[in-house]
């Protein structure tokens, strides 16, 4: 799928789905894979900006299939320890109930459809997360501050 199709595509869906939300609210899983004080983030074609892999639950889908599937799908790895933190709600882009796991995975990072897979830091992430995962990156920003 060329990006522009995947802009295209990914735009409508969200938009229609805000407006219609036929199903409710969506259930969706992300991982944080930290190795050396980066992130490993994925630089979506859909011009939203930066975002942990992950992505919605399939009908049925337990969420950490959902995040080992997404994991494999975005960026190549292969998910293994995967430990949950929090869920949130998020009507960013459509409602949805995000679950968030620290993950360690493996492999050969390459690209897919949705977008490159890139390690950054926190100050990155800060600026530049889509904003359905902004309540993520101020988590770790608040876990990695120095207590006083």
Not at 46 to 65: I, K, Y
Not at 81 to 104: H, T
Request: charged content about 25%.
């Amino acid at each position: 799928m060329s990006k522009k199709f995947f802009w295209l595509v990914s735009r409508t869906v969200f938009g229609l789905y805000k407006r219609f939300p036929i199903f409710g609210d969506l259930r969706a899983s992300v991982g944080i894979i930290e190795h050396r004080g980066r992130y490993l983030v994925i630089r979506r074609n859909d011009g939203r900006g930066l975002s942990f892999p992950g992505g919605f639950s399939n009908p049925f889908e337990p969420e950490l299939m959902t995040l080992v599937r997404e994991i494999r799908e975005e960026t190549g790895f292969i998910a293994e320890r995967c430990d949950f933190l929090f869920r949130y709600r998020c009507d960013v882009d459509v409602p949805c109930m995000i679950s968030v796991f620290r993950a360690e995975a493996h492999g050969v990072l390459r690209s897919s459809w949705e977008g490159s897979p890139q390690w950054v830091d926190l100050a990155h992430l800060e600026h530049g997360v889509a904003r359905s995962q902004r309540l993520i990156v101020e988590r770790l920003i608040s876990q990695s501050a120095p207590i006083s």
